[in-house]
Nanobody, 121 residues
């Protein structure tokens, strides 16, 4: 089993900053990619940022220049630094990990429980 534990959500004023963290634990043979998705009320879940172990990060156009994703491979932890937050960033943010639990298994996606980010005056 694999568990993803998120932290760092909360309420912030427009223009403020928050930092999300997500730590993966359990049966992890190979971590392929980690990322963040978000889902606002009445909307579909969308990719915010993702990062693979040996490549550049990928961002949604709406957050480029404001959000920064980083990863600590030794700790299987991914971070999302969110700056210049806007009201439209309000959503539940979910951590995602694509990994192999065992050498002979195919890669699978795992999700965190979600953390609320609210940007309001």
């Amino acid at each position: 089993q694999v568990q993803l534990v998120e932290s760092g959500g909360g309420l912030v004023h427009p223009g403020g900053s928050l930092r999300l963290s997500c730590a993966a634990s359990g049966s992890i043979f190979m971590m392929i990619a980690m990322g963040w998705y978000r889902q606002a009320p009445g909307k579909q879940r969308e990719m915010v940022a993702s990062i693979i172990s040996s490549g550049p990060a990928n961002y949604a156009d709406s957050v480029k220049g404001r959000f920064t994703i980083s990863r600590d491979n030794a700790k299987n932890t991914v971070y999302l630094q969110m700056d210049s937050l806007k009201s439209e960033d309000t959503a539940v943010y979910f951590c995602n990990a694509r990994l192999k639990s065992r050498v002979w298994e195919r890669a699978s996606d795992y999700w965190g429980q979600g953390t609320q980010v609210t940007v309001a005056s």
